[in-house]
């Protein structure tokens, strides 16, 4: 995962609430699947064995959030070491064919997650972060974008 994706996913999580940061975790479990089909296609089997280990860790934090009290989850957990056993094997083995299988099931349920978030009201989950305002700029030859925390008090010209 380049630095640009990173700071993407870094900014999003500060904002996000409950259901935002599970669409997040699909998201960055996809981003690393497509990261080590792109290392594989590169003969790169180094990246590509830890572009999957990520997305391994991504799919384990999946599984720590699951709420048992419903019963719904216990289906979600199916799915989800289906999905991990895909990226196992493709670890092991070393090539990239069973990640199709796994990325199938993420795309399903990220379409899934990405509606219920639409009706979660509940706000950012964490507290005391930056609150992120972007804007534009030109500059010579290319395009910056800034942000600016309100909060900052030490910013600009004291009278």
Same mark, same amino acid.
């Given at each position: 995962?380049?630095?640009?994706?990173?700071?993407?996913?870094?900014?999003?999580?500060?904002?996000?609430?409950?259901?935002?940061?599970?669409?997040?975790?699909?998201?960055?479990?996809?981003?690393?699947?497509?990261?080590?089909?792109?290392?594989?296609?590169?003969?790169?089997?180094?990246?590509?064995?830890?572009?999957?280990?990520?997305?391994?860790?991504?799919?384990?934090?999946?599984?720590?959030?699951?709420?048992?009290?419903?019963?719904?989850?216990?289906?979600?957990?199916?799915?989800?070491?289906?999905?991990?056993?895909?990226?196992?094997?493709?670890?092991?083995?070393?090539? %990239?064919?069973?990640?199709?299988?796994?990325?199938?099931?993420?795309?399903?349920?990220?379409?899934?997650?990405?509606?219920?978030?639409?009706?979660?009201?509940?706000? %950012?989950?964490?507290?005391?972060?930056?609150?992120l305002y972007a804007g534009l700029t030109y500059g010579k030859g290319s395009l910056n974008e800034t942000f600016i925390d309100p909060s900052n008090k030490s910013r600009g010209f004291i009278a």
């Amino acid at each position: 995962m380049n630095k640009e994706t990173i700071q993407s996913f870094t900014a999003r999580i500060t904002q996000a609430s409950k259901s935002e940061l599970i669409v997040i975790l699909y998201e960055m479990t996809l981003v690393r699947i497509e990261e080590a089909e792109k290392s594989y296609q590169e003969n790169d089997l180094r990246n590509f064995d830890k572009e999957l280990k990520s997305a391994q860790k991504y799919v384990s934090e999946l599984m720590a959030a699951l709420d048992y009290s419903y019963t719904i989850s216990y289906d979600l957990l199916s799915l989800y070491l289906y999905t991990n056993k895909h990226i196992i094997t493709a670890i092991v083995k070393q090539n %990239p064919h069973t990640l199709q299988y796994a990325k199938t099931i993420l795309k399903k349920l990220l379409a899934g997650f990405k509606e219920t978030s639409k009706s979660d009201k509940s706000g %950012p989950m964490m507290r005391n972060t930056q609150q992120l305002y972007a804007g534009l700029t030109y500059g010579k030859g290319s395009l910056n974008e800034t942000f600016i925390d309100p909060s900052n008090k030490s910013r600009g010209f004291i009278a």
